[in-house]
């Protein structure tokens, strides 16, 4: 475990520091994170009760992207247990998007046609307020206790399933020698074509693109897809742009998903600059989310109306290939919902 106060030389590591060791050295303490950011607990409206349903957690390379002595900060804002989760409204739950009705063996989700979501772990290098699955029920939906056996019999038996999404947690915590271990189960399936990878990990700690994952990607028979998730433009610093450029040169095709969430990137000028932030990256905006309405997160919602008039601005700002979809999750719906922002589609409230 950390020591309660970092030295400077923890707040900036030595930039050969392996991602493991970074994604063991994460601040875990309210009082560590204010201590690194000169900000004092009480200009901050933490929450102890909202810690304890869901701890804080987050790397030092991403606690040195955010601004010191700022308590609106928009990195710090995704990271830190706020008294406002404790507020309780009618819409919000546990399990916002159903996914525990899409379960079809521990750990194996499948909505959509075609699609099945692979819970590969339930750890994460970053513990976002916002995380949709922040009380799921990992416990219960562990796949590995026998190797992912049942969860790849099941994809195996379904020869609709194309395409499978590593989730989680965050696929990425597992090892290099873990991924191509699974990599290589799920390519010897016949039907499945495609392994999408959705993670947050690289943005937290960009080294976690390395040589080794750069190798297994490199060297999987099946077409990759990893989809990031970043939700500003301050998270992408040089040197996770430095990382994103060597990935988006290996064999996948690299997208990036964001949710959209109040005092964080609710504005036009935000996420412009986000979609040049990420092509300069090599990557392609994706999705736009809604904010899912999980407990704990209201707070950080935007509503439908104010997106669409945000989403007008921004494509009008943009070539189309940088413009977002802008989509909302409905339990029960064939895929992601598309919200229409163009005048002709949606009347707005002048
Ligand atoms: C979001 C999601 C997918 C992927 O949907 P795309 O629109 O293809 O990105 C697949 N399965 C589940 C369970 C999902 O929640
Ligand atoms: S990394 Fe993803 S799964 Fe993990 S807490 Fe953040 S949003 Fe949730």
């Known amino acids: ?68 002595s700022d308590p609106h900060d928009p990195l710090l804002l995704q990271v830190l247990p706020h008294a406002l989760e404790e507020q309780e409204a ?28 692979l819970l590969a772990t339930s750890r994460c290098a970053v513990h ?13 939906q562990n796949p590995r206790g026998d190797a992912w056996r049942s969860a790849l ?17 965050d ?27 959705h993670t947050r990990l690289p943005v937290v700690i960009p080294e976690r693109i390395n040589g080794e994952l750069l190798d297994w990607i490199n060297g999987c028979e099946l077409d990759v897809v990893v989809v990031l998730h970043i939700n500003h433009p301050r998270e992408l610093d040089h040197g996770l742009q430095k990382r994103l450029r060597t990935l988006s040169a290996a064999r996948c095709c690299v997208l990036n998903q964001s949710v959209l969430m109040r005092g964080i990137n609710d504005d036009a000028d935000t996420l412009v600059a986000l979609s040049q932030h990420l092509f300069d990256a090599g990557v392609l905006p994706y999705y736009l ?20 008039a945000i989403m007008k601005e921004v494509a009008a ?6 413009v977002p979809r802008l989509v909302k999750e409905q339990a029960g719906e064939p895929g992601k919902t598309p919200v229409a922002y163009q005048a002709d589609v949606l009347p707005y409230p002048a």
């Open 1 to 68: 475990m950390q020591s309660k106060r970092p030295s400077l030389a923890r707040v900036h590591p030595a930039p050969e520091t392996t991602w493991q060791q970074q994604y063991r050295d994460s601040i875990t303490s309210i009082d560590t994170l204010c201590d690194a950011l000169e900000l004092h607990a009480d200009e901050l409206s933490t929450s102890q009760t909202a810690e304890r349903q869901f701890p804080l957690r987050v790397p030092l390379s991403y606690v040195r992207r955010m601004q010191r």
């Open 90 to 117: 009618a819409g919000y739950g546990p399990d916002p998007v159903g996914d525990l009705a899409s379960v079809k063996s521990p750990g194996l989700l499948k909505k959509y046609h075609g699609r099945a979501l």
């Open 128 to 140: 976002c307020r916002f995380c949709f699955r922040r009380h799921f029920p990992y416990a219960l």
């Open 153 to 169: 019999d099941e994809i195996a038996a379904d020869p609709s399933i194309e395409e499978i999404i590593l989730s989680g947690g």
């Open 171 to 197: 696929p990425l915590v597992l090892s290099d020698r873990e991924l191509t271990q699974l990599v290589g189960q799920l390519q010897a399936i016949p039907h499945i074509r495609r392994l999408r990878v």
């Open 289 to 308: 989310h809604l904010l899912d309405k999980v407990q704990g997160a209201m707070h950080f919602d935007v509503d439908e109306s104010t997106a669409c």
């Open 317 to 322: 700002r943009l070539p189309g290939y940088l």
